[in-house]
């Protein structure tokens, strides 16, 4: 009986050191805080975007047209910040491996300008294809999508 209980009191003292330890977090933390990004569109019912930044950009679409299994292409999709204060894209995401995306991570001045890149590799494709990027910034709304198109042929042998 007593080893039952010397038992359960070292496991019970074991899962609260786990718990404590698990809540401390010591590594440094990337990418975009909170002090950053000041969106008063958000949560608080807040509607005045009049002093945020605006990602206008050139074109949302591009047509490779047709191109050779194998090849890899890609496009900079540029666009400026014609809002009043600092854009600050989070992440750009594609549906698949096959299309990567690239981006600026510090923040872009009102005025100024920045371009997503995006690079496709055709390997493995064949006919009409057509990938999505989904740009997350602090503007509104917060998520811009960017589309790429191709015909991909394969070659013959």
Known sequence: MLFMKTSLYLLLAFNVLLVTMSCHNTTK????????????????GVSDTSS?????FGFLEHDFGQIIQGEKVSIAFKFKNTGKSDLVIASANAGCGCTVPSYPKNPIKAGAEGAVEISFNSSGKRGFQSQRVSVVANTQPNTTVLTIKSNVVVPEN
């Open 29 to 44: 933390q990337e990418g975009v805080t909170t002090e950053v990004v000041n969106n008063p569109a958000s949560g608080s």
């Open 52 to 56: 945020l930044p605006v990602m206008k």
